[in-house]
Nanobody, 126 residues
Framework: QVQLVESGGGLVQAGGSLRLSCAAS????????MGWFRQAPGKEREFVAA????????DYADSVKGRFIISRDIAKNTMYLQMNSLKREDTAVYYC???????????????????WGQGTQVTVSS
């Protein structure tokens, strides 16, 4: 059983930076892609960024493009999200997720991801 463990969330002032990590542990890990999603209070879960595991192709939501950087370390089975120039509207619980199927070319649909982490809170203050 693969488990995802997230870390790196916290409280930061607007304009600051945080780095989230998502480590996969357990049996042999085989992913098509990994992604980050977030959910703010009263809002639906939304796509943030994703990376295809084998090719390192990345995709970003328009709201974070140019500020966030997603990366992965295959040897460590770990994905990262470097978040810079944080804004109050980035405040949310951030979830990492694993997708094993390649049936859709888009990486943005949370329903394509079958394994989720427990979430980590990111709070940006003004």
């Amino acid at each position: 059983q693969v488990q995802l463990v997230e870390s790196g969330g916290g409280l930061v002032q607007a304009g600051g930076s945080l780095r989230l990590s998502c480590a996969a542990s357990g049996r042999t890990f085989s992913a098509y892609a990994m992604g980050w999603f977030r959910q703010a209070p009263g809002k639906e879960r939304e796509f943030v960024a994703a990376v295809r595991w084998s090719t390192s192709y990345t995709d970003y939501a328009d709201s974070v493009k140019g500020r966030f950087i997603i990366s992965r370390d295959i040897a460590k089975n770990t994905m990262y999200l470097q978040m810079n120039s944080l804004k109050r509207e980035d405040t949310a619980v951030y979830y990492c997720a694993v997708r094993t199927n390649p049936r859709s070319s888009s990486l943005r649909y949370y329903s394509d991801y079958g394994l989720w982490g427990q979430g980590t809170q990111v709070t940006v203050s003004s």
